[in-house]
Nanobody
Framework: QVQLVESGGGSVQAGGSLRLSCTATKFAYNYCLGWFRQTPGKQREGVAFIDSQGRTVITDPVKGRFAISADNVKKTLYLQMNTLQAEDTATYYC???????????????????WGQGTQVTVSS
């Protein structure tokens, strides 16, 4: 098990930027880390993922606007969110799988470690 602590959420106007951080109590030689988001009444949606080989998966709704990175020394995951839109308003959850690399389409059931969530609100 690993504990994940997110930070960086907040309120921003459309077109603005935010950077989310997620600090883990440990990393592993092989890992897949990422972010999901959820709005009330909807299922959790994958946002972006990165694995220990540096491969990334950026989902279509945020492609070209969001970027994901990881600092192995700091054991911290980042999500840089640019050109934010009202549709990006959600609770964002950091996730970690410390037993393997990311698949081509990571799903919620692939991750047993979840952060508590951080709210992002984009006003239009």
């Amino acid at each position: 098990q690993v504990q994940l602590v997110e930070s960086g959420g907040g309120s921003v106007q459309a077109g603005g930027s935010l950077r989310l951080s997620c600090t883990a109590t440990k990393f592993a030689y092989n890992y897949c880390l990422g972010w999901f988001r959820q709005t009330p009444g909807k299922q959790r949606e994958g946002v972006a993922f990165i694995d220990s080989q540096g491969r990334t998966v950026i989902t279509d709704p945020v492609k070209g606007r969001f970027a994901i990175s990881a600092d192995n020394v700091k054991k911290t995951l980042y999500l840089q969110m640019n050109t934010l839109q009202a549709e990006d308003t959600a609770t964002y959850y950091c996730v970690a799988d410390l037993y393997g690399l990311c698949g081509w389409n990571p799903a919620t059931e692939d991750f047993e470690n979840w952060g508590q969530g951080t709210q992002v609100t984009v006003s239009s």
